[in-house]
C-alpha cells in the first residue's frame, strides 16, 4: 500500500505523462472525430479523452501498482492482483466541449481512495490543462497550487462575490425558480464548463462560490476538487446543507453548493433551498 505522500507523487507523474500524450493530438482536433461509442458516464467519448485516460492507467501500471478504475470513460476496471486497495477515479478531460472548440479552460481530474466512496479519498489532484496550474490536497494537509497553499475569498456578500453557477441545461424547470432566485441576487455570474476546475477557483479564492444543483453531475467529476475544498476550508455540501457523502462511480450523480466560507454559503443555500 502506498503512502499519501508517494501518491501525490504518483499523481504529478500522471499529470506530466498524461499532457505529453495529448499535446500531439492538438493538431488533429480542426479535423471531424471518429465516433468511438459511448463512455461510461454516458457522453460520447474521443481520442482526447481515451488517450488521457489510458496515460494515467499506463503510469500507474508501470509502477506495478495495483489499483481499481472508476473513470467517466471507461467505468470500472481493476488492475493488478489487488486492486482494491487503491481507488483511482479519474475524469481525464473536464471540459471536453471547451477543448473541442478551443475554449481554454480544461482539466484532468483524479483522486485517489480506500474504497468507492467520496468520504475515503485521500488524495487529489486537479491540474488546468491549459493554464499549467496543478491543484493538489492530501487529507488532512491543506491544498495547494503550484505548491503554494490555497485558501478561499472573505467575501460575504453576493452583491461584492463571483459566483459559478453550471447552467447547462437540464431540468431546467425544475431548478428554474431556485437558479431565479440566486441569480436575481448576484451581480457577477459565471459558468466556464469544468466544474473541477470551477470548484478549485473557489478553493483558491478566485471566485467566491460554485452550484451546480442540476443533480446531474457525475462524482467522477467531482471527487478530486471534493477533496480540494474540504483541504482549503471552503464549504462544499448538497443543497440541503448536507455532507457530499457519495458513492464514486461513473453512473452516480450529485448536486452541491461550494462556497468560499460559512457566512456566503449561508446566504446561497438560503437562496437555492429545493
Ligand atoms: C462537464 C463539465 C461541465 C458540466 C457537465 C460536465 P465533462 O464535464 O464539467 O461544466 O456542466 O455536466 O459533464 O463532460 O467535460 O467531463
Ligand atoms: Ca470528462
Known amino acids: 500500500m502506498k503512502n499519501q505522500a508517494n501518491w501525490q507523487d504518483i499523481l504529478i507523474q500522471c499529470r506530466n505523462n498524461l499532457q505529453d500524450k495529448i499535446k500531439p493530438l492538438f493538431r488533429t482536433l480542426i479535423q471531424s472525430q471518429p ?9 460520447p467519448k474521443n481520442r482526447i479523452d481515451l488517450a488521457a485516460e489510458s ?8 509502477m506495478k501498482i495495483p489499483f481499481t478504475l472508476i473513470s467517466e470513460e471507461s467505468g470500472i476496471k481493476k488492475f493488478g492482483s489487488t486492486p ?9 478531460i473536464d471540459g471536453t466541449t471547451n477543448l473541442m472548440r478551443g475554449i481554454p479552460f480544461y482539466a484532468t481530474s483524479i483522486a485517489i481512495s480506500s474504497k468507492p466512496e467520496m468520504y475515503t479519498v485521500h488524495t487529489a489532484l486537479v491540474t488546468d490543462l491549459v493554464h499549467g496550474a496543478t491543484y493538489v490536497a492530501q487529507k488532512g494537509k491543506g491544498a495547494y497550487r ?10 460575504d456578500s453576493l452583491e ?3 459566483i459559478g453557477v453550471d447552467l447547462n441545461s437540464y431540468k431546467t424547470q425544475k431548478i428554474a425558480t431556485q437558479l431565479t432566485n440566486l441569480i436575481k441576487k448576484t451581480k457577477h455570474v459565471r459558468h466556464l464548463g469544468a466544474n473541477a476546475l470551477e470548484i478549485c477557483h473557489v478553493a483558491d479564492g478566485t471566485t467566491d462560490a460554485f452550484i451546480d444543483i442540476r443533480g446531474k453531475l457525475r462524482t467522477t467529476d467531482i471527487a478530486a476538487a471534493h477533496l480540494i475544498a474540504v483541504e482549503a476550508n471552503a464549504e462544499i455540501t448538497t443543497p440541503e446543507g448536507r455532507p ?9 450523480k450529485v448536486a452541491f ?3 468560499a466560507n460559512k457566512k456566503i454559503h449561508k446566504i446561497i443555500l438560503k437562496l437555492v433551498k429545493p
Open 35 to 43: 465516433s468511438l461509442g459511448i463512455g461510461a458516464g454516458g457522453d
Open 55 to 62: 496515460a494515467i492507467i499506463d503510469t500507474l501500471r508501470e
Open 84 to 92: 482494491h486497495e487503491n481507488f483511482v477515479t479519474v475524469d481525464p
Open 146 to 155: 503550484n505548491n503554494q497553499k490555497v485558501s478561499p475569498s472573505k467575501t
Open 160 to 162: 461584492t462575490a463571483v
Open 244 to 252: 457530499l457523502d457519495a458513492i464514486l462511480s461513473p453512473k452516480e
Open 257 to 259: 453548493v461550494a462556497s
